[in-house]
């Protein structure tokens, strides 16, 4: 809910990267000719949304799990919902150890690939919405 607070209407952004870049998820870029130097997050743009993100991706460090609570919360939702979810629960938790583990990367920059990626699911869900209904 805060995400969709912070950052309004999904479909404003023409893509994926479009929305990770306003979240300022995406590396720095100091590029000349021939060379290429990257370095860590812009920061650029909302920074409450980033921090959420941020945070959610921390919890996929823990190997994904149903427990009672999320059980009983789940029985009136759309069995597709709950399918995508799950795929997407176990997807970046993969992600993170795989950075981590194989690609030796430290634990804070593996968390920000976790909330990019994240953040380029929920926009894929977020545009397949209707649009909303204004009130006159």
Do not use: C
């Amino acid at each position: 809910m805060t995400l969709l607070a912070e950052v309004h209407d999904f479909r404003r952004f023409d893509s994926a990267r479009h929305l990770t870049s306003y979240l300022g998820l995406t590396p720095s870029e100091h590029s000349s000719g021939d060379r290429q130097q990257r370095g860590g997050i812009t920061k650029a743009g909302n920074s409450h949304a980033r921090r959420i993100l941020i945070e959610a991706a921390w919890h996929y460090r823990h190997r994904p799990n149903v427990g009672t609570k999320i059980r009983k919360r789940r029985e009136d939702r759309a069995r597709e919902v709950i399918v995508a979810a799950d795929a997407a629960e176990r997807r970046l938790h993969k992600r993170y150890w795989r950075l981590v583990m194989l690609g030796r990367k430290p634990p804070t920059k593996a968390v920000v690939a976790v909330a990019r990626e994240l953040a380029g699911f929920l926009w894929a869900v977020m545009r397949k919405q209707e649009a909303p209904v204004v009130a006159q």
